[in-house]
């Protein structure tokens, strides 16, 4: 077990709904990062959080959004989707100044029917 | 160019066998070097975590980074079914705030 909390492990929605994916970093982690992963591909890199700020955006759509709240958790939030949306969505977290191990959460699968 | 190549493979070896995993990377800024294993559709698992060049050994894992060459090894001594998997190199820079990963190699490990 990582320490990286992940809800809900299953989503099934239809296009053009809008789901959140929540994530819970590992305790005295500050680093939040969000990842998409589709069928047979590499890991794509979303956003990152530090301390309830954004830090860096990867290639995320306008669709998406994040947010890191005062507690660390973190909710990514995905709208109007589109079958493409189709992908396991990690979260990873990290200690002090992002610098040093990343930890991934075991991931929610989004299917878009 | 892409900042992490990595050979997909597929890769497969007899069970016993030595493994070499390879990246190549052309920031010479990277600092952080990891390798994560990652079993079929679930979240990738941290093996080793290295800092600048150097060897780092932990069980039947070895790490190795090669900074002069922007080249990074992982070793797997005695390889088992159960090390059949993907394996991610991942990096990055000192004040950096994204993780750079290469693609992944699929290893199957055949008993």
């Known amino acids: 077990d990582s320490g990286v909390t992940q809800t809900p492990k299953h989503l099934i929605t239809a296009t053009g709904q809008r789901v959140t994916l929540r994530c819970s970093p590992r305790?005295?982690?500050?680093?939040v990062y969000w990842y998409q992963q589709s069928l047979d591909q590499g890991l794509q890199f979303l956003i990152q959080?530090?301390?309830?700020?954004?830090?860096a955006k990867g290639n995320i759509l306008e669709r998406f959004s994040a947010q890191q709240f005062p507690d660390l958790h973190s909710e990514l939030n995905l709208s109007s989707l589109e079958l493409g949306d189709s992908a396991l969505y990690f979260c990873?977290?990290?200690?002090?100044?992002?610098?040093?191990?990343?930890?991934f959460g075991s991931g929610t699968q989004l299917s878009v029917l | 160019q892409k900042e992490v190549e990595q050979d997909p493979g597929p890769l497969s070896v007899p069970e016993g066998a030595i493994v070499s995993l390879n990246c190549t990377y052309s920031?010479?800024?990277?600092?952080?070097f990891m390798w994560y294993r990652q079993y079929s559709r679930k979240g990738p698992e941290l093996l080793m975590y290295?800092?600048?060049?150097g060897n780092k050994e932990d069980g039947r894992f070895t790490a190795q980074v090669d900074k002069s060459s922007k080249y990074i090894s992982l070793f797997i001594r005695d390889s088992q079914p159960s090390d059949s998997a993907t394996y991610l190199c991942?990096?990055?820079?000192?004040?950096?705030?994204?993780?750079?990963f290469g693609t992944g190699t699929r290893l199957t490990v055949i008993p």
């Open positions: 990873a977290s990290s200690g002090q100044g992002g610098q040093g191990s990343v930890f």
């Open positions: 305790s005295g982690d500050l680093s």
């Open positions: 959080y530090y301390n309830g700020e954004e830090r």
């Open positions: 920031n010479s800024a990277f600092q952080y």
């Open positions: 290295t800092y600048s060049s």
């Open positions: 991942a990096m990055f820079q000192t004040g950096a705030n994204n993780l750079f």
